[in-house]
């Protein structure tokens, strides 16, 4: 089993940016794709990118190619999110967690979460 906490959220204005961070403990990330999700308010959380665990390929949704990037770092154990040229429509709580693959970046498919960190982009 492994656990996942989100850190790197915060405030920032329309255009700035922010990295935000999933790391995990209790197994290595060598064995699972990670992907980023947000849920804004009343909305349902939705699949924002992954990263795969065989190849190192991504994915991002539509509203964020472009301006999101994910990387991981297999030594520590650490998935990125960089997001750039942020928008009031990026405010949301994102999460990370372990979807079945990156082909079907979905919430049902994803078998551990972390707790969420809160990004808020207003001016």
């Known amino acids: 089993q492994v656990q996942l906490g989100e850190s790197g959220g915060g405030s920032v204005q329309p255009g700035g940016s922010l990295r935000l961070s999933c790391a995990a403990s209790?197994?290595?990330?060598?064995?699972?794709?990670i992907g980023w999700f947000r849920q804004a308010p009343g909305k349902e959380r939705e699949g924002v990118s992954c990263?795969?665990?065989?190849?190192?390929?991504?994915y991002y949704a539509d509203s964020v190619k472009g301006r999101f990037t994910i990387s991981r770092d297999n030594v520590k154990n650490t998935v990125y999110l960089q997001m750039n040229s942020l928008n009031p429509e990026d405010t949301a709580v994102y999460y990370c967690g372990t979807p079945y693959n990156c082909r079907t970046v979905v919430p049902r498919l994803v078998k551990y979460w972390g707790q969420g960190t809160q990004v808020t982009v207003s001016s």
């Open positions: 209790g197994s290595t990330l060598d064995y699972y794709a």
């Open positions: 990263i795969s665990v065989s190849d190192g390929s991504t």
